[in-house]
């Protein structure tokens, strides 16, 4: 079936700009996840959607970031006035969580965004 | 917050050999940790799993171990292949924290023929 997709692949962008990254997660996956991984480095949490509760911003490294999910599927992620350390590539996942069942994250193969 | 440490960085290997990853985590109520492999440009892939009531788990060539009591856990990979050259990464779930992950900082694994 299916994967998490996300979109643009790439992106370049000049500093001071804004960009929105986008993440279509596998149809039914009630939780949604943004991370960051910059170059040659782990996986940085950013933000994590569940159902229709708050989510979970502690992860966001500034107030230029920011997003949605929208109708319980789709998010974007927007950065305002893009600064050189936000290249990095960011990875959307997404899970099936019912109550306490773990549910292993399925990641996309994320947006490589590079500011220049 | 959870700190998740791994190690080494980089392993190289021969063709055929094992190979083995560590971690260890500091908050003890963790109570899950994958592991995921991730090849040039894409993203990561789970390849197994572990939950804190179980010591050890086996998926054909790959197994994970876990020391609940010293808060570290292994990836063993036997009879090495080239197609297992990647970058793997260890993980754990705060249950305090949703069902977010904390990762380790990544193994790039060379399969050396």
């Known amino acids: 079936g299916a994967g998490v997709s996300q979109s643009p692949s790439n992106k370049v962008t000049e500093k001071g700009k804004d960009v929105e990254l986008r993440c279509d997660p596998i149809?039914?996956?009630?939780?949604l996840y943004w991370y960051r991984q910059s170059l040659g480095q782990g996986l940085e949490f950013l933000i994590y959607?569940?159902?229709?509760?708050?989510?979970?911003k502690s992860g966001l490294p500034s107030d230029r970031f920011s997003a949605e999910r929208t109708g319980g599927s789709v998010s974007t992620l927007t950065i305002q006035r893009t600064q050189q350390e936000d290249s990095a590539v960011y990875l959307c996942?997404?899970?099936?969580?019912?109550?306490?069942?773990?549910?292993?994250?399925?990641f996309g193969n994320g947006t490589r965004l590079t500011v220049t | 917050g959870e700190n998740v440490e791994q190690h080494p960085s980089t392993l190289s290997v021969q063709e055929g050999d094992s190979a083995v990853i560590k971690c260890t985590y500091s908050?003890?109520?963790?109570?899950?940790f994958p592991w995921y492999k991730q090849e040039l440009g894409k993203g990561p892939q789970l390849i197994i799993d572990?939950?804190?009531?179980?010591g050890e788990k086996k998926d054909q060539r790959i197994a994970v171990t876990l020391n609940k009591t010293a808060k570290h856990f292994s990836l063993h990979i036997t009879e090495t292949q080239p197609e297992d050259s990647a970058v793997y990464f260890c993980?754990?779930?705060?249950?305090?924290?949703?069902?977010?992950?904390?990762f380790g900082t990544g193994t790039q694994l060379k399969v050396e023929l």
């Open positions: 996942a997404s899970s099936l969580n019912t109550g306490h069942l773990i549910s292993p994250l399925h």
């Open positions: 149809s039914g996956h009630t939780a």
């Open positions: 572990i939950r804190s009531n179980v």
């Open positions: 993980a754990s779930r705060n249950t305090g924290g949703g069902n977010k992950l904390t």
């Open positions: 908050d003890s109520a963790s109570n899950y």
């Open positions: 959607f569940q159902g229709n509760s708050a989510p979970d």
